[in-house]
């Protein structure tokens, strides 16, 4: 992170508060548009998403599937070994770093050929007058101050806790901490039953831990559509985990050795490890927004328009710190959207109901847009497609054939099957499939101008094809 040289004030088109995602992409987009742009982040360039989510997430979920891979060698007649796979959790380790520590590199130099200054420091908002000025404390650009015509906003979120469990980074962690541990429990519970805990939990059962999920909601990632999340559930219960849904943790003990986790009507777990999984809360609290009139909710989320400016003219906020979808690719679209509004554009808000939703357990989850429910309760008369993986020739070859992928449509007023409203996907791979469902979602197309589109063969995606193809009344394989 560079450390700017010259005087203790300087003056910048935009000053953009916060590192990650949404940070880094106004600051990008804007200097590519010619702004003067200055970007201040406290600690590693990209962020939570880059250092402490999705990157490292993904990179240890990659290690349980190589894992996966191994243990079933034999059924592609490959010989593994008798013993059978071990992980070297260091190992894992160690490569997911080096994998965060080239992105962050790759990053570094991108915004220092845009020309962006970055500043290394605590930013705290001093004025949103007419000029804007942040003073700067900590790191290698403490006791800075400097000023912009413009404030882009995006600092971030931190992972939620429950009172009573006091994390401490080996018994009781977050997924700050997760991503970082040398050695996987023996027992582990996951509190929290949504996108992220039911990612650590798929990691870590797949690499020999006994996991046990304590969701409060009566089902398992709420807002997947629920054909989606049974092929899900059920695939966990096969591998071992203990899902427990409709329950509410009340608190924790030490016993044995052990840590007793109490929830639902007088029940409890034994693990060696607990793991908080409930979500993340905007991080607003060193901003110093009460004193500039910033308004910050009552849940601590920056209130904003759809073009994402807030109530104080010539003030933006961007990505987790607001109130929408906590998604890097979200947040790099609201840092857009950010940058064209001081540039005078007028853009288009960002559509936050077909944006694309990716989850990365085994099997995967992908979808955009409606869910059946959601859709007829926005009062759309639907119909419905779904086709599975069983019969897909690819999925047979890889030896992954849990998973489906459907279709909801508008149904027309002779009875067809009109626009696409949804795209719902749980299998191998769909987190890569789901693009030519997501656009279109969004280009509003018909089933009929889809389904006249050709599929490679064989592919996973082509039982996207086959679904929409099903929705015209003259499928091929259904």
Sequence with gaps: MSNPEGSESSHFDVVVIGGGPGGYAAALYGAAAGLNIALIEKGKLGGTCLNVGCIPAKELLETAAVFRTVQHASLFGVNAGSDGPTVDFSVTQTRKQGVIDTLVSGLTGLLKHRKVTVFDGIGQVTSTGATKAVSISGGRSDATTITSDNLIIAAGSVPRTIPGFDVDGTSIVTSDELLSIQELPARAAVIGGGAIGIEFASMMCDLGTKVTVLEAMPKIIPGVDPDAAKI????????????????????????????????????????????????????????????????????????????????????????????????????????????????????????????????????????????????????????????????????????????????????????????????????????????????AINWEATVDEVAAFIQPHPTMSELFGETVMALTGRALHG
């Design 232 to 439: 899900v559930e059920r695939s966990l219960k096969k591998r071992g985990v203990d899902i427990r849904t409709g329950v509410m943790v009340s608190g924790h003990a030490d016993v044995d050795g052990a840590k007793r986790v109490s929830f639902g009507d007088d029940q409890h777990v034994d693990v060696d490890m607990i793991v908080l999984s409930i979500g993340r809360r905007p991080f607003a609290d060193l901003l110093g927004l009460d004193a500039v009139g910033v308004p910050v909710d009552e849940r601590g989320f920056i209130p904003v328009d759809d073009a994402c400016r807030t109530s104080v003219p010539g003030v933006w906020a961007v990505g987790d710190i607001i109130a929408t979808a906590q998604l890097a690719h979200v947040g790099f679209a609201e840092g857009m959207v950010a940058i064209r509004g001081i540039l005078g554009e007028d853009p288009r808000p960002v559509d936050y109901l077909n944006v694309p939703w990716c989850i990365y357990c085994h099997p995967e989850v992908a979808f955009a847009g409606h869910t059946e429910d959601s859709a007829k309760e926005a009062g759309f008369d639907v119909v419905t497609s779904t086709h599975k993986f069983t019969g897909n020739g690819r999925a047979m070859i890889v030896g992954e054939t849990d998973g489906l992928v459907k279709v909801i449509a508008e149904k027309t007023a002779d009875g067809r099957a009109g626009r696409m409203l949804g795209v719902h996907m749980v299998g191998p791979w769909v987190t890569e499939q789901l693009g030519q469902g997501y656009m």
